[in-house]
C-alpha cells in the first residue's frame, strides 16, 4: 500500500471506499505507468491500431449523417497514452477531412504526467480536469475507453441485521482492512436487492453515473455523441468486482492502493438510467458485436493483405483479442448516448433504426 495513503488513513480513521478509491487512482496514475507490456494492463487501443481507427470511422460517419456541422468538439474522457485518439484522426483524416479541419480537440485528463504524455502526440489539444470545463457552444463527439471503470465506487454489504457501507481502515501496525460499522442510505440499495442474502455486496460509482448524465445534458443540448467502452453489465447488480492489477497479474485491491490499477465493473444499467431522457442510449452491447459491426474483419483483413508473415499473425491475433467472447469481445461493452435529434450512431445492430 501507498505509504502516504496508509498515513492518512491512520490519521483520519476509516474512509468510504470511493474516497480511497479516488486518492489511490490519483497517486497511481500520477507516478506509475500503467500501460502497455511492461505496464499493468493492456486496453484495447494499445493491443491494436485497428481499435482506435474504427472508432475514427464512427465518429466520422455519425458526423457526416448529421449534416457535417461546421464546428465540433471532439473529446476523449482519459485518453493514456493517446493512442485511441492518434489512431482515429488517421482514419478520420482518410475517411472525412474535414472532420479532422473541424474538429476542436478536448481532453479530459488528471495525471499530469500522462498530459505531458498525451501532449507529444496530440498537440494543439486542450486538457480539462473534468468534464466541466468543456465548450458548451457546439455540437460534441467524446469517447472514453476504460476510463469509467477507473472511477471510485461505493460498495453496500449485507450483515446478518442490515446493510452497511464498506470503509477501509489502517490502524496500529496492521494492514489496511474493511469497517463495516457504518450503516447504509438505504436510498442507495435498490428495492429489488434489499432482501439479498447476508454476505451480498451491491457496488455503486456515483462518480460514473455523474459522468453519464453530465455528457447526457451536453449531447442533449450542444448535439452529439459520445461513445463508453468498458467491462461491465447491465446492473442493478450484486457481486464485488473490484480489482486490483500489478505487472499484469491480480492483486489484492487493499493491501495495493495507490500501488496497482484499481478498478471495478461498470453498471451500464445505472448509467443508463442517469442519462438525460432527451438523449438516445444505445447499449450495452459487446465490444465483439460492436467492433463486427463496424468492418473489424474486414479492417483486418485489409492489413494482412498488406503484411508479413509474422505481422499477419498478430493482427490476426489481435482481431481475436478485441472481438472473441473469450477474450475482450463480450466481458468488455459499448454504450453509445446521442442527441435524440441526431441520427442514430452506427454500431448497435439490435436496435431498430
Ligand atoms: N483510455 C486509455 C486509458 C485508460 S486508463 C486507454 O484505453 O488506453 C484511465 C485513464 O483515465 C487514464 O488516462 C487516467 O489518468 C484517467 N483518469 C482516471 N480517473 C480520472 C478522473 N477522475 N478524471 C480524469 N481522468 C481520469
Redesign the pocket.
Known amino acids: 500500500m501507498n505509504p502516504e495513503l496508509a498515513e492518512l488513513l491512520k490519521r483520519q480513521g476509516p474512509l468510504p471506499l470511493a474516497r480511497v478509491m479516488a486518492l489511490a487512482?490519483d497517486q497511481y496514475?500520477a507516478t506509475k505507468e500503467?500501460?502497455g507490456t511492461a505496464g499493468d494492463f493492456v486496453?484495447?487501443?494499445?493491443i491494436s491500431q485497428m481499435f482506435g481507427e474504427l472508432i475514427g470511422l464512427w465518429l466520422a460517419d455519425i458526423w457526416q449523417r448529421a449534416g457535417a456541422p461546421k464546428r465540433v468538439l471532439l473529446a476523449e474522457?482519459?485518453?493514456?497514452?493517446g493512442?485511441?485518439m492518434v489512431d482515429a484522426l488517421r482514419a478520420i483524416q482518410r475517411a472525412a477531412p474535414a472532420l479532422a479541419q473541424a474538429a476542436e480537440l478536448h481532453l479530459?485528463?488528471?495525471?499530469p504526467r500522462?498530459r505531458a504524455i498525451q501532449a507529444k502526440v496530440l498537440p494543439g489539444a486542450t486538457w480539462h480536469?473534468?468534464l466541466g470545463t468543456l465548450p458548451e457552444d457546439a455540437p460534441l463527439l467524446l469517447v472514453a475507453?476504460?476510463?469509467l471503470d477507473?472511477?471510485p465506487i461505493a460498495q453496500f454489504e449485507k450483515l446478518e441485521d442490515g446493510w452497511v457501507l464498506r470503509r477501509v481502515e489502517v490502524a496500529g501496525s496492521s494492514g489496511p482492512r474493511w469497517d463495516r460499522s457504518v450503516g447504509a442510505n438505504l436510498a442507495f440499495i435498490p428495492a429489488s436487492l434489499r432482501d439479498a442474502p447476508r454476505g451480498s455486496i451491491h457496488e455503486r460509482s456515483f462518480a460514473a453515473e455523474q459522468v453519464g448524465a453530465a455528457v447526457a445534458k451536453r449531447v442533449a443540448a450542444q448535439g452529439g455523441a459520445a461513445l463508453f467502452i468498458d467491462y461491465g453489465y447491465a446492473g442493478p447488480a450484486l457481486g464485488d468486482t473490484l480489482q486490483a492489477l500489478k505487472g499484469g497479474q491480480y492483486a489484492d485491491a487493499l493491501e495495493t492502493l495507490g500501488e496497482a490499477d484499481i478498478s471495478a465493473h461498470v453498471d451500464f444499467g445505472a448509467i443508463a438510467r442517469a442519462a438525460d431522457p432527451h438523449a438516445r442510449v444505445q447499449g450495452p452491447q459487446p465490444q465483439g458485436m460492436f467492433l463486427d459491426s463496424l468492418g473489424l474483419p474486414e479492417r483486418a483483413e485489409r492489413l494482412k493483405a498488406m503484411a508479413s508473415n509474422a505481422r499477419r499473425a498478430e493482427i490476426e491475433a489481435a482481431r481475436v483479442r478485441l472481438s472473441s467472447i473469450g477474450a475482450m469481445g463480450r466481458l468488455f461493452q459499448a454504450m453509445a448516448i446521442s442527441a435524440s435529434d441526431w441520427p442514430a450512431p452506427a454500431g448497435f445492430p439490435t436496435l431498430p433504426a
Not at 486496453?43 to 494499445?46: C, I, R
Open positions: 487512482a496514475y500503467p500501460f486496453t484495447a487501443p494499445e474522457l482519459g485518453p493514456g497514452r493512442t485511441l479530459v485528463e488528471r495525471s500522462l480536469d473534468d475507453n476504460e476510463f477507473a472511477l
